[in-house]
């Protein structure tokens, strides 16, 4: 079984910053990659980030600049810095182990982002 701890939650400002954080752990774990998806209140859970083993990192094009995701492989755990927050990026966020059993995936719990002033 496999375990995925999300941290970082947080209140920020407009324009502000926040770090999030996931670890994921377990017997015999292998992972092809990390990332992120999010979803606010009343619309569907949207991609956010992911970074593979081999250090390849994607986004969709209307948070590139602003978000950066980076992994440790050591300690298999990702890391997401979210900078110039807009309130619009109000949501929970899940983070998302890949296995390297091709569709095989594992979610945290959420962890909730609020931006307001």
């Known amino acids: 079984q496999v375990q995925v701890v999300e941290s970082g939650r947080g209140l920020a400002q407009p324009g502000g910053s926040l770090r999030l954080s996931c670890a994921a752990s377990g017997d015999n774990i292998c992972i092809s990659a990390m990332g992120w998806y999010r979803q606010a209140p009343g619309k569907e859970r949207e991609f956010v980030a992911e970074v593979t083993t081999s250090g390849n990192t994607d986004y969709p094009d209307s948070l590139k600049g602003r978000f950066t995701i980076s992994g440790n492989w050591a300690k298999n755990t990702v890391s997401l810095q979210m900078n110039s927050l807009k309130p619009e990026d109000t949501a929970v966020y899940y983070c998302?182990?890949?296995?390297?059993?091709?569709?095989?995936?594992?979610w945290g719990q959420g962890t909730q982002v609020t931006v307001s002033s």
């Open positions: 998302i182990v890949r296995s390297c059993w091709v569709g095989t995936n594992y």
